[in-house]
Each structure stands twice: as C-alpha cells, then as structure tokens.
C-alpha cells in the first residue's frame, strides 16, 4: 500500500531524502506524510502535506524539514536538512483517506534514520 525509500546513517548537520509511494487502497489519499518513533518513545507526526498542497510541521523540525508531493500525486518526498541528532528514529510513511465517512491510516514499513554526532 504504501512503500518507503531513502532512510540510512548521516553525519549531524547532513542531509537525508525519504520517498513514499502509494498503491492500491492508499491511493488517493486525502493527506500523506510521515511520522516517526524513537526508541522509547511514541510516534509523533513529523510533516503532512493534504491534496491542496497545505502542510502541517512539527515544531521540531519546521525549517528544517520540507514535504513534498510528487508530480504523480501518490508521490511524497521528505528532504530533512540540518539534521540532529535527536532526529534518529524510525520514519514511518502515512496516508489518510475517508473510507466510508471513516478517516483511515494506512502505514508503510518504517525506515530507519540514524543521525550520528
């Protein structure tokens, strides 16, 4: 449904590129974005880009980060820059769509970014 990419182990201060791509139920979403979980942690959003093309950041990463939707709308990049270490966590693609006037999450795998000091 939703298939991540990009993710790995950067330097603080590098930059790191993460790629979604929908499928089947997940396309056409109202919104997609990405969340992430650090160890230990909940999951918190990070960034969400509706069908509009308004967005919603997280304090912590609003400067820094910026979502993107793909000239193919089930497209969804996030280009994190001046990353921290504090940005290390798990990233999670999502996608939100009204199914049967019910919003519904679908999740893809998770991608690991490790952010080195």
């Known amino acids: 449904q939703l298939q ?3 993710g790995g182990l950067v ?5 790191l590129r993460l790629s979604c791509a929908a499928s089947g139920s997940a ?3 109202t919104a997609m974005g990405w969340y992430r979980q650090a160890p230990g942690k909940q999951r918190e959003l ?3 880009i509706g069908s509009g093309g308004g967005t919603n950041y997280a304090d912590s990463v609003r400067g820094r980060f910026t979502i993107s939707r793909g000239s193919v709308r089930n ?4 280009q994190m820059d001046s990353l ?3 940005d290390t966590a798990v990233y ?4 939100k769509k ?3 006037g019910t919003l519904t999450n679908y999740w893809g795998q998770g991608t690991l970014v490790t952010v080195s000091s």
């Open 46 to 48: 990070v960034a969400l």
């Open 75 to 78: 497209l969804v990049s996030l």
């Open 11 to 15: 330097q603080a201060g590098g930059s």
């Open 27 to 29: 396309l056409d979403s």
């Open 92 to 95: 999670y693609c999502n996608a």
């Open 84 to 86: 921290k270490v504090e």
């Open 98 to 100: 009204i199914v049967l």
């Open 4 to 6: 991540a990419s990009g």
